[in-house]
């Protein structure tokens, strides 16, 4: 039976698991997956945000045939959108910091997209403010603004989340993942609550930009993650049980053990939810748990290393993934489980204010991390 697709955007989502285990042996007693999100065609988890995006704005008129699509990012969005416009026919143009990987803004162009650069210094804020400024000068620009489109987290409710419920069979208590928009984490997290309302979902940022937990935004390594000060629309703060700042220079460690170890490719946007800061309440107490984490993976074997850091000598462009990690379920006669608004906070975690009341049931137990963006 013939299976051939009518253009590559029907091979968005539906990306594999697959167990990887040295990676958190150390200090997770966990068996810890990897969702392949380098299988979607642009190498990363932003065609699933951007093709929902330009579908959402095909349907109400906003996106025109023929019409141009306008986004501020630092990589991983404006390539999807590169590749989407590419094949959909549309004008694309990316407007970026001037500090990202030159490879970034090579691909970009290579798909036939306009680059325009803005201060570095400036963040993602600058990038924003200039698209902004685009768009009062040319009404007829559609501007993306995946931050604050709710295509963005929707799309994540309806495929990834369902995905990491299907393909876990429903054995998924703990989602971690890096906050980029918050888009993948409020959306995949949301669904999973209606699935598993014991479901506990963490967000994690550089600790050199901990803006979610109140801090000034200072620039940092991590590209792909917190680009300013403020919270991203999207991004459902009320949903979460906390936020954890892992410092740039342990993510990047983790990404290159993540070479060495597993042979994933992953890109240091990935990394932070694999390293060992990431542990929820109740991960390291019982060997032997279950764990699943969907962490960076490989992009493509065709570009130049883009990273002094992790890349170096690869020969390979960083990829996108996302990932998950399970504790077991404790034994009987543990202490009774507490509500989030209850739990010890640390200093590196901001836990909101939630509206259930503390329970009685049993530590929760399988987890899952998931890596929002990847940098290239």
């Known amino acids: 039976m013939a299976r051939i697709y009518a253009d590559l955007t029907e091979l968005v989502g539906h990306t594999p698991l697959v167990r990887v285990g040295a990676l958190s042996a150390e200090h997770l007693h966990a068996r810890v997956l990897v969702k392949l999100e380098s299988q979607n ?12 995006i330009v579908r959402a704005a095909e349907a109400d008129g906003r996106l025109r045939p023929g019409g141009t699509i306008l986004e501020a990012t630092s990589g991983n969005t404006g390539i999807a959108f590169a590749w989407i416009g590419a094949v959909l026919g549309y004008r694309v143009v990316i407007v970026m910091p001037d ?4 490879e970034r803004a090579a691909v970009l162009r290579a798909l036939g997209a306009e680059v325009i650069f803005t201060p570095g210094t400036e963040g993602m804020a600058g990038a924003n403010q200039h698209a902004n400024a685009m768009v009062e000068a040319d ?3 559609f501007l993306s ?3 604050g489109n709710p295509a963005n987290p929707h799309v994540h409710e309806t495929t990834t989340g369902p995905e990491i419920w299907a393909d876990t069979d429903g054995q998924v208590d703990v989602l971690v993942a890096t906050t ?4 993948t984490i409020s959306g995949a997290g949301r669904y999973l609550r209606t699935k598993n309302p014991r479901v506990q979902l963490f967000g994690v940022e550089p600790a050199e930009a901990a803006v979610l937990n109140g801090q000034e935004w200072h620039p940092h390594k991590i590209q792909g993650i917190t680009g300013g000060n403020g919270v991203p629309p999207v991004t459902d703060l009320d949903l979460l049980d906390g936020v954890l700042q892992v410092p740039q220079d342990e993510a990047i460690e983790v990404a290159r053990t993540a070479f060495r170890t597993e042979g994933l490719i992953v890109g240091v946007s990935s990394a932070p939810p694999c390293t060992p800061r990431c542990n929820w309440p109740g991960a390291r107490s019982t060997p032997g748990a279950r764990s699943w984490r969907f962490c960076p993976t490989p992009a493509s074997a ?19 993934a996302t990932a ?9 006669g543990s202490p009774p489980r507490r509500c989030r608004a209850h739990r010890p906070a640390g ?7 939630h509206r259930r009341r503390c329970g009685s049931g049993p530590e929760f137990g399988h987890g899952v991390a998931i890596c929002d963006g990847v940098t290239r």
């Not at 065609?41 to 929902?52: C, E, I, Q």
């Not at 980029?180 to 888009?183: A, D, I, P, Q, V």
């Not at 065709?302 to 960083?318: E, M, V």
């Not at 998950?324 to 009987?332: E, G, I, M, Q």
């Open 139 to 141: 009404p007829d620009l």
């Open 324 to 332: 998950s990690a399970t504790a077991a379920r404790p034994t009987p």
């Open 145 to 147: 603004g995946q931050g």
């Open 347 to 353: 200093p590196t975690t901001y836990r909101p204010e």
């Open 302 to 320: 065709t570009s130049p290393p883009n990273c002094s850091t992790t890349c170096a000598g690869s020969g390979l462009r960083r990829g996108c």
């Open 41 to 52: 065609p642009g190498f990363s988890v932003k065609d699933r945000t951007a093709l929902a």
């Open 180 to 183: 980029g928009t918050g888009g």
């Open 99 to 102: 500090d990202v990987s030159s």
